[in-house]
């Protein structure tokens, strides 16, 4: 939890207002005038500072939760405390950043460069006329089964695909669950690091200098048993889809459960897959884009990064699945009306998912229900 964060008085500043400040900075950042902004301890929350020149800028304690920053730059500015969760950093240069004791929890820093930046652990005191608080951005992971007390930068969650963190200072920092397919931490501190359950692919793991014990229950690259069942996997889909074209005449339905569905990357848009059973999979990553997955079950599946594009989800249960950064532009979700007059309603009970994906989908059903954060 989050403690102490911010006065309930202070008003939240609109993007009308912000974007004369952002541009009398990036005057100020160029040497053309202006003036340096300073947003320390501002309610910034939703708002686009996307593809901005903001080097230096002060964001010490501000709240800039669901923000955007894609693609700004962000040299040498201050997130001291800041919270940052669940923002879009996508390609934004933090080159050398102050980001102490702040929380990224679910953020998207794909691209993200952090060289040289400084994410130790960190708590920030505010002083005001109504007395003496503490801004506490510390978590404890209780997601993948971790109940680890995490003092640093949390980064639990998040997807980090190929960010780096050259020579960064990354002592305690959490990143219980986030996909860090690609990371470079060369030169990085990495001391008392939590990585629990998070996915570790396409990374020297030499850089990473931890012990052994630190990697476990973390989802590391296909392994070579996996990789050698590509081929009946994919003779599997082929079959379900026969039987699904044909009405059950010929071919079979495909149960996947608990199989390593990665090495089908290439093979899984576009099809007829629905009713598929695939429960426990690891699929992360994974291109479903544009495929009938009507009923198909997912509980508990690892669909961390999967791309749900274009999908017919009508009646699909995802009932205690990890949809961490799943994409559902245009995904058809709702309930599937049976042709003996009932239907089947879809299941998100459990589900690692945020509302906020679910922004640009088709959805045809409440989904109160299953409490989405």
Wanted: charged share 20%; aromatic share 6%.
């Amino acid at each position: 939890m989050l403690e102490n964060i911010y006065d309930s008085q202070t008003s939240p500043v609109s993007q009308k207002e912000l974007n004369p400040i952002l541009s009398a900075h990036e005057r100020f950042a160029g040497h053309q005038g202006g003036a340096r902004a300073h947003l320390a301890g501002r309610r910034l929350d939703g708002l686009n500072l996307a593809n901005r020149m903001l080097t230096e800028m002060d964001f010490s304690g501000a709240s800039l939760v669901g923000a955007t920053f894609y693609g700004s730059n962000l040299q040498r500015a201050s997130f001291y405390c800041a919270d940052l969760r669940g923002c879009n950093l996508q390609a934004a240069n933090l080159i050398r950043a102050d980001m102490r004791g702040a929380s990224f929890r679910g953020a998207n820093l794909s691209y993200a460069v952090m060289d040289g930046g400084d994410l130790r652990a960190a708590r920030m005191m505010v002083v005001s006329p109504k007395g003496t608080s503490i801004t506490d951005r510390s978590t404890t992971s209780a997601d993948h089964g971790s109940s680890r007390k995490s003092d640093g930068v949390d980064f639990s969650n998040c997807s980090l695909k190929n960010a780096s963190f050259g020579n960064a200072k990354l002592e305690n920092a959490d990143f219980s669950g986030a996909i860090l397919e690609g990371v470079k931490f060369k030169g990085a501190t990495l001391k008392n690091v939590n990585f629990h359950g998070a996915v570790l692919t396409g990374i020297d793991l030499k850089d990473l200098a931890v012990p052994a014990e630190a990697l476990k229950g973390c989802i590391m690259d296909v392994s070579p048993e996996s990789a050698a069942k590509a081929d009946a996997l994919k003779a599997m889909l082929e079959a379900h889809e026969h039987w699904f074209l044909n009405d059950g005449r010929g071919g079979a339905p495909a149960v996947v459960d608990g199989e390593d569905l990665r090495p089908l990357q290439g093979s899984t848009a576009g099809r007829r897959l629905a009713g598929l059973s695939a429960r426990g999979a690891i699929a992360i990553g994974l291109n479903f884009s544009e495929t009938h997955l009507q009923a198909a079950k997912f509980d508990n599946a690892d669909l961390r990064g999967a791309d749900f594009s274009g999908c017919d989800l009508r009646g699909v249960s995802f009932r205690g699945a990890n949809l961490s950064h799943a994409a559902f532009m245009k995904a058809r979700l709702g309930s599937l009306r049976l042709a003996g007059g009932g239907e089947v309603v879809p299941d998100l009970t459990g589900a690692i998912c945020s509302s906020q994906q679910l922004v640009q989908a088709q959805v045809e059903c409440s989904l109160e229900e299953f409490h989405l954060v």
